[in-house]
């Protein structure tokens, strides 16, 4: 069955850097967009950055120039380095799947101290 594990989530202080994974089992990985959303208590999942199957990278404005998403086919794995980390964006991370189907990881809590 499909799988996605998050991890790399923790807490950090402001200006600090954290490097979060989405391993993925059960999919052709390679034919498949990915991206990291992420929720803030209360308000709904918002997209965070989409790295597509040709390696193309969109960001919402939010992260941009402070987050990188890359991805290893080889390894089946989606990443997300955060940089420059404020406490704006302390939030549960999510890995998802932009292909034939649409699943979803369990997230991974990132929490930025002031």
């Known amino acids: 069955q499909v799988q996605l594990v998050e991890s790399g989530g923790g807490l950090v202080q402001t200006g600090g850097s954290l490097r979060l994974s989405c391993a993925a089992s059960g999919i052709i990985f390679g034919i498949n967009d990915m991206a990291w959303y992420r929720q803030f208590p209360g308000k709904q999942r918002e997209m965070v950055a989409v790295?597509?199957?040709?390696?193309?990278?969109t960001y919402a404005d939010s992260v941009k120039g402070r987050f990188t998403i890359s991805r290893d086919n080889a390894k089946d794995t989606v990443y997300l380095r955060m940089n420059s980390l404020e406490p704006e964006d302390s939030a549960v991370y999510y890995c998802?799947?932009?292909?034939?189907?649409?699943?979803w990881g369990q997230g991974t809590q990132v929490t930025v101290s002031s």
């Open positions: 790295i597509t199957r040709f390696d193309r990278a």
């Open positions: 998802n799947t932009w292909g034939p189907k649409n699943y």
